[in-house]
């Protein structure tokens, strides 16, 4: 897993998140929102468009909750690598 923030991951998840199916968006968004602890939605959109920084711990969730769709967040393609 990505440990580093900024430069690894350039501070957001949009591309990934743009190549999820439409169905699983809300389960996934709900489940990082739970599994990271943010308190409101906004949150989440901060997050996820890069207006405000990801931490360490929530890379390591925002990755486990997006490979059990089979999407690396970071780049938006298929991840084949159990160390992506």
């Known amino acids: 897993m990505n440990t580093n923030t900024a430069e690894v991951v350039k501070d957001k998840f949009e591309i990934g998140w743009m190549n999820l199916p ?3 968006q809300t389960k996934l ?10 308190k409101s939605l906004m949150t989440f959109y901060t997050k996820k468009k890069g207006t405000s920084k990801i931490g360490v711990l929530e890379i390591k969730v ?3 909750e997006f490979k059990k769709y089979g999407i690396n967040p970071w780049t ?9």
């Open 29 to 38: 968004r709900d489940a990082i929102v739970k599994e990271c602890g943010w």
């Open 62 to 64: 925002i990755e486990a």
């Open 76 to 84: 938006g393609m298929p991840f084949f690598d159990e160390n992506y």
């Open 22 to 24: 439409a169905h699983a």
